[in-house]
């Protein structure tokens, strides 16, 4: 693999020596015998200098290539003059076209323009495959590889087994109708929506355990903060509860803000997003799900049990001076059944919910879970599964009850929202390469 | 999260210093007034000492405590002599169970015995939740998390960028009988088989790209080479060649073999297993498809055109010293569309498979993709995709060869094989937490 990157040859490359050099041309500029092609790859960008007298019969060809094609070059680095500063061009002995661009589409996918803006919505995901090297999208998917990467670095660093959940799965963390479902060998299976119950049966093996995983959510949603595929990050720990679990959390996105505003620094100056790590600083303040409906209920009647919507949540972020904010002990109707029920209001849960500020929203929560095999099965006959069927299918998740299995918890965070939230996107489809969104064709 | 774990007891406290201790119980001697506790966890084993005279009344129910249960033990570090040699171990002020094991399974999951053994195969699926704690069964899986992470390492190392190609498609690589389908919002979608069409997509943005991702097939093979959900590293390159790509093929799996014998060594020696870093060193032995059958058929007939089956394979590395073998030049009538035909005989491809020594078969392969929209369409027809709606289906494909696509090609490696192959397992289920195996009911 010898292939040199342009960013190689602007910084380590001697001048006058002779390079082989691959990229896309960017823009070309023909000054009759003389043309300048602006070659980009995803590391650079460089000039090469083509001329007439030198290039003959090939002159022609190269003239006429189309910007977004793909080209290989050979000649010599040179610095040239560009408004008194230093600038290094290649001076070319042969140009080739390796991979026309032949298409018709505007704006072009390599240009300048606002590719997140909601007016582009539509032509950019009709044409995902073409505009993801657009300048700003590939940012953000550089941004992406690496914090998938520094997650990964992060649990490691700190002693975590990595876990490989299966996706098709009979087991579900909430309802069937949420859930998508096909015929596996004439059995009825699921995609995944969730991988606690895996998970929790690897701390019987780990203690520590995490996982980065697809996870799947058939939500009729056509919000900003929903997909039907989505990764997702879920950590399971022995010995923990909620005290712990929330402190855990608290680390890893300080952590994240922290490494991606380091080595992210690139993608996020071409995004024009600025990152301050002390704005994740923990500890978070946190209030009860009780408190937060009492503050909500000065403003307007809010109904008692459901699920907080993204505007209230912004609301009370913004009345504790927009910092990240804990929202504890939620109402167990509103929360799915492996969740420990609260000893001492037994209509809550040991759960708690982040919430990021700016409208932002929910972008993760923990959970003590359950840790006695009678309070399971209240759980599961309160939300429906308590059916012969039912219990067969959750049978090895009943059975860790029964298998040592010590008082635990976990986390579950949607990554994409974070990473989202880190560049300040306006929408979470922005940070997949392909993402599935409801009401939109799948291809590609 | 100031959990101590078994290991940071052994190495970093101090004598007589008192502890918190979580574990579970492994073994336990009843010695009348004084119990010895085994306890484990995930990082080592420890002695605890338990007096009747010190415990009281809590004494009765510690010593009816079964293995596999999770306890609490506060107490202080202590040497005793064990055979001569000096050992530690922590005399118990409390003990508090804080997870019974109920259970009657045989073997105990803790025990050891012969895991991976055949005969246990079926009450090691069936119960497999529990069985992820043996002792052998963790250390493969501890070994795949490094595994999987080294992976990235290497990616990221050698600036790669990661994506995360979705799981729902309508584009395949193979046909639609090894597929899994179902029904999305009344459309027809498909399980990804392969994200080459996503990869080679992202190459315009990055030129360098790779995936570790679920890949789905519906294939009926109950071979220990197959399952129907596995981890597949998917890597795509521009500019590049069959010579280049089989190089960084075989960079990868010494990289990962040097890296794994060291990172990996405390799992191996668990295992019982030797790891040769020299065996893996490039480069490796190179035949074409031709020769493998010439060399086939001096001992029985050999059908030319047909995929290699594993015996034949296991004796063609037999006549080349057991090395990796590298089988280039596949029948374009063995082999999926997107791969290239050779222009110096149309009737093969630029691929080749990596086939890996003493049985274990093909552990991955490299090709060059088509280039051209015409090669494209004509590969698409002689697999029977040429109907409109075929065209439809793979639009995006197709028009990245209009989009200024350069040569480029790609590398396919089932990443449980190669973690089977470098601990020398008998199966490559035994590699992920919950194999999916034809035939097999997918719960968990």
């Known amino acids: 693999m010898k292939k040199i990157f342009i960013s190689n040859i602007l910084e380590s490359v001697q001048l006058q020596q002779q390079v082989e050099l ?38 022609e060809k190269v003239k006429d290539v189309r910007p977004g094609s793909a080209v290989r070059v050979t ?20 140009v080739g076209v390796l991979g026309d661009y032949n298409l018709k589409i505007t704006p072009h996918p390599r240009s300048k323009f606002h590719v997140f803006d909601e007016k582009y919505t539509d032509l950019v995901l009709k044409n995902r495959s073409l505009y993801l090297c657009n300048p700003k999208q590939a940012a953000v998917l550089s941004f992406k590889s690496k914090f998938v990467f520094e997650l990964h670095k992060y649990f490691q660093e700190n002693k ?47 203690e520590k355990v995490y996982s980065i995983t697809p996870s799947f959510r058939s939500e009729h949603s056509r919000s900003d903060r929903h997909l039907n595929e989505y990764t997702h990050l879920k950590v399971e720990v022995a010995w923990s509860n909620l ?22 620094k690139k993608e996020l100056k071409i995004l024009g997003a600025s990152l301050h790590p002390d704005d994740y600083k923990p500890p978070y303040p946190s209030i009860t799900y009780d408190e937060a409906v009492r503050i909500l209920n000065k403003k307007g009647h809010f109904a008692y049990g459901k699920s907080l919507g993204r505007s209230r949540l912004t609301e009370l972020t913004k009345s504790f001076d927009n910092k990240h904010l804990w929202i504890k002990f939620i109402p167990r109707s509103a929360e799915a059944f492996p969740f420990s029920i609260n000893p001492a209001n037994k209509n809550l849960v040991l759960a708690a919910d982040l919430i990021a500020p700016y409208d932002f929203a929910e972008i993760g929560g923990v959970a003590e879970k359950i840790h006695s095999k009678d309070e399971l099965l209240e759980r599961m006959a309160e939300k429906g599964r308590s059916s012969s069927k039912n219990i067969e299918r959750y049978k090895s998740y009943i059975e860790l009850r029964d298998a040592g299995l010590p008082p635990h918890g976990g986390i579950g965070m949607g990554i994409d929202r974070i990473a989202r939230y880190l560049m300040k996107l306006p929408h979470v489809k922005d940070v997949l390469p392909f993402p599935r969104l409801f009401g939109r064709r799948w291809n590609p």
């Open 22 to 59: 691959f990229g896309w041309v960017k823009h070309i500029r023909n000054h009759n015998s003389i043309l300048f092609l602006d070659l980009v790859d995803s590391t650079g960008k460089i000039q090469v200098t083509v001329s007439k007298s030198r290039l003959k019969k090939h002159f």
């Open 160 to 206: 975590f087994t990595f876990i490989e959940p299966p996706i098709l799965t009979e087991m579900l963390l909430y309802d069937d109708k949420t859930a998508f479902h096909f015929d596996y060998e004439g059995n009825k299976v699921w995609l995944s929506q969730c991988c606690t119950f895996q998970l929790e049966a690897a701390i019987l093996a780990f």
């Open 75 to 94: 000649g010599h680095k040179h610095n040239f003059n560009n408004k008194g500063r230093k600038n290094i061009e290649i001076v070319a002995e042969t």
């Open 243 to 264: 005290n712990d679990l929330s402190e855990l959390a608290e680390n890893i996105l300080y952590s994240m803000a922290i490494r991606m505003n380091e080595v992210g």
